[in-house]
């Protein structure tokens, strides 16, 4: 005995068989988030000040690169995840929805290179 509609066994229609995994990689990234937010904030909360110099010598440290650089590319992940969602439920046309989502998926790989660029840039020192 099946649960399927006859509908559903004449169509094919079923599970897709991928929202789980993408609902477990957005609450993965919002714990790294979290975790990486507090760290950010704790770090910048306890330099003496906010001067660039500062701000330079701090991001030098290659721990403090590498733990931004990661902020900056989980944060667009997480980002992109989000929006994939909002795109498939409320974009109903098929070919708008693939472009909308090729056009996002650009705009976050674009904005995440700037980024861990903008990070390595300042760490290895040729952004002065």
């Keep these: 005995m099946s649960l399927r509609s006859p509908v559903g066994r004449v169509l094919g229609l079923g599970s897709a068989g991928e929202g789980v995994g993408h609902w477990w990689t957005q609450r993965v990234t919002s714990v790294a988030l979290?975790?990486?937010?507090?760290?950010?904030?704790?770090?910048l909360v306890h330099l003496p000040d906010l001067a660039y110099t500062t701000l330079v010598a701090w991001l030098a440290s290659p721990v403090n690169a590498v733990l931004l650089a990661l902020l900056v590319g989980t944060s667009l992940y997480h980002s992109l995840l989000g929006v994939q969602v909002v795109v498939e439920d409320?974009?109903?046309?098929?070919?708008?929805k693939i472009v909308?989502?090729?056009v996002l998926q650009f705009l976050h790989i674009v904005l995440g290179a700037l980024g861990i660029f903008s990070v390595l840039r300042v760490a290895f020192g040729s952004a002065q």
């Design 100 to 102: 909308t989502m090729l």
């Design 34 to 43: 979290v975790l990486l937010g507090l760290w950010f904030v704790f770090s």
């Design 90 to 96: 409320y974009v109903s046309n098929h070919g708008t």
